[in-house]
Nanobody, 124 residues
Framework: QVQLVESGGGLVQAGGSLRLSCAASGRTFSDDNMGWFRQVPGKEREFVAA????????RYTDAVKGRFTVSRDFAKSTMYLQMTSLKPEDTAVYFC?????????????????WGQGTQVTVSS
């Protein structure tokens, strides 16, 4: 049974930092590309960042380039999202996702497994 469990969300002031974690189990971690998405109420879930199964290729949405960094630790079967210089518009529920197709894909249908999400709130 595949499980993705996000953690690390919380409340932070604008300009602050948070690190999200996504712990994976139930599959061979290196088989999957992984991604981070976010969603606010009333809007579609949107792509944030992705990392290839090798860890060598990453991809970001323009809104977070230079501020967020995605990485993965194969020994811990965990993916991370380091978020710095946070802005109120980064406020959302953040979801991690995993999938064996494609590489660093930005569309949700490429991902087969999803976590439950973790809330990130950035106050102004």
């Amino acid at each position: 049974q595949v499980q993705l469990v996000e953690s690390g969300g919380g409340l932070v002031q604008a300009g602050g930092s948070l690190r999200l974690s996504c712990a994976a189990s139930g599959r061979t971690f290196s088989d999957d590309n992984m991604g981070w998405f976010r969603q606010v109420p009333g809007k579609e879930r949107e792509f944030v960042a992705a990392i290839s199964r090798s860890g060598f290729v990453t991809r970001y949405t323009d809104a977070v380039k230079g501020r967020f960094t995605v990485s993965r630790d194969f020994a811990k079967s965990t993916m991370y999202l380091q978020m710095t210089s946070l802005k109120p518009e980064d406020t959302a529920v953040y979801f991690c996702a995993a999938g064996s197709r494609g590489t660093t894909e930005i569309e949700r249908h490429w991902y087969d497994y999803w976590g439950q999400g973790t809330q990130v709130t950035v106050s102004s």
